[in-house]
């Protein structure tokens, strides 16, 4: 039975990459790029629900599968999971929340000046002590990782950088959309009746762990794991304890 994994954003396939080289020893393991990231680019206007219309074609020969989704792909796996209630053997949610809210503080010029020097000296030289220390700590890095590992630091510089340059500003405003109008599936959660893995990090401040939490209280048959002294990119920070608890879980419900 394959794992649908779907990226967040900025994101791509790729990103999915901590997560897929794991699974894929089990599992077969379906990665795309959402439509307006990664290599799936477009310049024509879309709304979220072409998302899932691009998913339902991903996935229309599968009569069962799992899916696994990091923040915004968090978001459309539960979608999917209201879609197609007998084809979803269930759901792994990253850093997600069905009510997403975050905690980000504004950001001000010298966050995106330091950002962009330090992502760009560790696109050249990745993981650079002397870069994560001086710059990345007080970079905008600094919401996204609490553990300032150099495993981290080499993902941001292979994946996290490209995925940012190649996401369209049409998936921007797709999702700038959304959010606007408030998106709240909190109430239809208990319609969802598989097996649920939900995972968090404590220090999130993108989609914080107290609206993963709520999520997860609000799925009928749900696992929660929430980890201390981790941020959004959490899967970055301790790579192999989530991996295990991933693989971990899904073994328990076959």
């Not at 905690?103 to 560790?122: C, E, M, R, Y």
């Not at 300032?148 to 190649?166: C, K, N, S, V």
Request: with cysteine; net charge neutral.
């Amino acid at each position: 039975m394959p794992v649908l994994c779907l990226h967040g954003h900025p994101g791509s396939s790729q990103s999915m990459g901590v997560f897929t080289t794991a699974l894929s020893e089990s599992y077969r393991t379906i990665a795309p790029d959402l439509r307006g990231y990664g290599r799936s680019q477009t310049r024509q206007a879309f709304n979220m629900l072409a998302h899932l219309e691009d998913l339902d074609r991903v996935v229309q020969q599968e009569e069962e599968f799992w899916i696994l989704g990091w923040s915004l792909g968090g978001i459309l796996a539960m979608e999917m999971a209201l879609r197609h209630p007998h084809r979803v053997r269930g759901l792994i949610l990253i850093a997600t929340a069905a009510k997403p809210r975050g905690s980000h503080p504004p950001v001000t010029w010298q966050d995106n000046l330091l950002t962009g020097f330090a992502g760009i000296i560790n696109c050249i030289r990745p993981a650079w002590h002397w870069n994560i220390e001086y710059l990345g700590k007080r970079s905008l890095f600094r919401y996204l990782i609490q553990q300032h590992t150099p495993f981290a630091y080499r993902r941001l510089a292979r994946e996290g950088t490209t995925a940012y340059l190649q996401t369209s500003r049409v998936a921007t405003q797709a999702l700038y959309n959304a959010i606007r109008q408030g998106y709240n599936r909190l109430p239809d959660l208990e319609t969802i009746q598989v097996p649920c893995l939900v995972l968090c990090g404590e220090q999130d401040r993108h989609i914080t762990a107290q609206a993963s939490i709520e999520t997860a209280r609000c799925l009928p048959t749900c696992d929660l794991r929430v980890y201390p002294d981790t941020a959004h990119l959490f899967p970055w920070e301790i790579p192999a304890q989530v991996q295990q608890d991933i693989l971990g879980w899904i073994t328990q419900q076959n």
